[in-house]
């Protein structure tokens, strides 16, 4: 049976107990504060985030992946695992998974399926258990794949925002017509 590896970006917002359980590797999107760059996750979890956002004159950024980063990680976990299924938040919202699709190219490996997930948060986040799952339950690579080309369609997430204060709306316009931030 082929060993996978299963890849995601920090903006699935999985509990890191859950991502350790599943064996997962989340790489972490960057966050820029003016001129601080923090690594989304590790340098700045969720509760630091709110509360330098809260206490900031500076709007934060986010940006991408390097595609040196999902080099470097497809390199370490193709020592160890025999495929790569690497799914990431929606192409209209980022460019993650324009950059993990390069870094696959780059290493011109087709044992790395790397997927558009339509979706960011929570809804990410669902299509990534499910496939953890299935990997940890022993399925094949061709079904956890037609699962997840299944499953993208059919996924979606919808959240409340407790305040308009920050430009959450931009945001969420961009959500409804599908334009790129």
Same mark, same amino acid.
């Given at each position: 049976?082929?060993?996978?590896?299963?890849?995601?970006?920090?903006?699935?917002?999985?509990?890191?107990?859950?991502?350790?359980?599943?064996?997962?590797?989340?790489?972490?999107?960057?966050?820029?504060?003016?001129?601080?760059?923090?690594?989304?996750?590790?340098?700045?979890?969720?509760?630091?985030?709110?509360?330098?956002?809260?206490?900031?004159?500076?709007?934060?950024?986010?940006?991408?992946?390097?595609?040196?980063?999902?080099?470097?990680?497809?390199?370490?976990?193709?020592?160890?695992?025999?495929?790569?299924?690497?799914?990431?938040?929606? /192409?209209?919202? %980022?460019?993650? *998974?324009?950059?993990?699709?390069?870094? =696959?190219?780059?290493?011109?490996?087709? @044992? &790395?399926?790397?997927?558009?997930?339509?979706?960011?948060?929570? /809804?990410?986040? %669902?299509?990534? *258990?499910?496939?953890?799952?299935?990997? =940890?339950?022993?399925?094949?690579?061709? @079904? &956890?794949?037609?699962?997840?080309?299944?499953?993208?369609?059919?996924?979606?997430?919808?959240?409340?925002?407790?305040?308009?204060?920050?430009?959450?709306?931009?945001?969420?316009?961009?959500?409804?017509?599908?334009?790129?931030?």
């Amino acid at each position: 049976m082929p060993k996978i590896a299963i890849v995601t970006d920090s903006t699935c917002d999985m509990p890191s107990d859950l991502v350790k359980e599943k064996n997962i590797t989340v790489v972490p999107l960057n966050v820029h504060f003016g001129e601080e760059t923090f690594l989304d996750g590790i340098d700045l979890n969720s509760a630091e985030f709110f509360d330098k956002l809260s206490s900031s004159d500076i709007h934060p950024q986010t940006s991408q992946p390097s595609v040196g980063r999902f080099v470097e990680t497809y390199k370490k976990l193709l020592k160890n695992h025999d495929a790569i299924i690497s799914i990431h938040i929606s /192409g209209k919202l %980022s460019a993650t *998974y324009t950059s993990a699709i390069q870094a =696959q190219k780059e290493l011109d490996n087709k @044992n &790395i399926k790397v997927f558009d997930s339509m979706n960011g948060s929570l /809804g990410l986040g %669902s299509l990534v *258990y499910k496939i953890s799952q299935m990997n =940890q339950n022993g399925e094949k690579l061709e @079904n &956890i794949i037609s699962s997840i080309e299944r499953d993208i369609p059919n996924t979606m997430f919808f959240g409340l925002v407790p305040t308009l204060e920050y430009p959450v709306g931009a945001f969420l316009n961009q959500l409804q017509t599908g334009n790129s931030p």
